[in-house]
Structure formats: C-alpha cells, structure tokens
C-alpha cells in the first residue's frame, strides 16, 4: 500500500511561485509513475502533469506547460511540482496521485492512478 501526504500549498500573489511536494510510504512509489492533478471549486478534477518512473518522461496540461515542473526523487520516496509565474486560474486543491507497481509510463488519465493524497490549497491572488 501507498500513502500520499501533500504539502507546500498556500497563498501567493498572482505571477508567484509555490513548490509542492509529495511525501510516500510504501516501495511502490518508485516503482510506478506519479502525477499531479487539481480540481477547482464547482470544476471537475483536470490533470496537471506526470512524470514516469525513472523521470525520463513528463508530460504536462497546455495550461501549465512551461510555468509547471514535475520532478522526483525516488531515494527520497518524494515528488515534486515546482509551480512559476501562477495565475488566479490555477488556483485549487492539488493531489498529487501514484499508478500501481508495474506502471511506469506518464499518464492524463485519473483512472489510471491507485492511490492519492488528501490535497493541498493553492490560491493565486489577483
């Protein structure tokens, strides 16, 4: 089993940066690929990015592509999304959310993910 603990959310000024992390228990974590996903108050869940198993690969929502980068550090069972030049419209709950074992390639599909974390608050001020 996995766990997923999020942190680093918070408030920030439009045009500011936050970094977000995603602490994991259980060996699985390395050994599957991980995203980060976001859901806004009355919007549904959308992906953000992913990042394969050994970070070889990443991929990114349009909306966040060149601000966002998603990162890992397997030693550290930890992952990553270094969050720059943010706007109101990326404010939300973002999750962080790992595959099952086995699975090592990104994906933008939430029902590909097993396991998740709570969530942790951004706002953007304007």
């Known amino acids: 089993q996995v766990q997923l603990v999020e942190s680093g959310g918070g408030l920030v000024q439009a045009g500011g940066s936050l970094r977000l992390s995603c602490a994991a228990s259980g060996r699985t974590f390395s050994n599957s690929a991980m995203g980060w996903f976001r859901q806004a108050p009355g919007k549904e869940r959308e992906f953000v990015a992913s990042i394969s198993r050994g970070s070889t690969s990443t991929y990114y929502a349009v909306s966040v592509k060149g601000r966002f980068t998603i990162s890992r550090d397997n030693a550290k069972n930890t992952g990553y999304l270094q969050m720059n030049s943010l706007k109101p419209e990326d404010a939300g709950v973002y999750y962080c959310?790992?595959?099952?074992?086995?699975?090592?390639?990104?994906?933008?599909?939430?029902?590909?993910?097993?396991?998740w974390g709570q969530g942790t608050q951004v706002t953007v001020s304007s």
């Open positions: 959310a790992g595959r099952p074992a086995g699975y090592y390639s990104v994906s933008n599909y939430p029902t590909d993910y097993r396991y």
